[in-house]
């Protein structure tokens, strides 16, 4: 790869910003980022590539099998990766290609990679998390019915420690409500590329 070449790829372009949305299981990250897709058709939302059935749970994401996963994986085609509850998930490098070309860029990311996503983007970074009242996360968690009992409280249990350490990193954004306050919110961070946590 030439220099010239190398250097679009590794330096965004003035102006462009990566949200990084995080959140715990539950929180409405998915039903957020579809209600803001269809509000704004030219947002960026970078796919995840996951080895799980696409038609499991509510997300648009691509469906890898493990050999698929760890091809890509090993070719270097992924931003970043992680594994998760059993599966494989994936942040595929074209989102440095339209930062590059100055689009702003949502990505449902890892709290536990958010460190690694900091040294990367640096100040391109915008970390954003979603909190949610561990009541409305319960109903949430059995509405979409997607695990038992144990399981939601084991998820209950991990979500109020979610925040911890990162919170005071971040643009934390309130999803109790109606997603329309969030999508709100979200929309005011793509359309302010100098935002900083600092103001």
Not at 54 to 75: C, D, I, M
Request: charged letters at 25%; hydrophobic letters at 40%; aromatic letters at 6%.
């Amino acid at each position: 790869m030439s220099g010239s070449i190398a250097a679009l790829f590794s330096e965004p372009s003035r102006g462009a910003r990566l949200i990084y949305l995080m959140g715990p299981s539950g929180s409405g990250k998915d039903t957020l980022i579809q209600a803001l897709k269809a509000r704004h058709h030219e947002v960026l939302v970078a796919h995840r590539y996951i080895t799980r059935p696409w038609r499991a749970g509510n997300e648009n994401h691509v469906e890898l099998s493990p050999q698929e996963f760890a091809q890509r994986q090993t070719l270097g085609l992924f931003l970043m990766s992680w594994e998760a509850h059993g599966r494989d998930y994936g942040i595929g490098c074209e989102v440095e290609a339209w930062l590059a070309a100055g689009h702003p860029v949502l990505v449902n990311g890892s709290r536990g990679h958010l460190e690694e996503a900091q040294l990367r983007f640096g100040p391109t970074l915008l970390p954003v998390l979603l909190r949610v009242d561990e009541a409305v996360l319960r109903a949430r968690l059995e509405t979409r019915g997607r695990e038992s009992p144990a399981e939601i409280e084991e998820r209950l249990a991990r979500a109020r420690e979610y925040g911890n350490g990162i919170s005071d990193k971040a643009v934390v954004i309130d999803n109790n409500g109606p997603v329309e306050q969030a999508v709100e919110v979200l929309e005011r961070l793509l359309e302010a590329p100098e935002l900083s946590l600092d103001g």
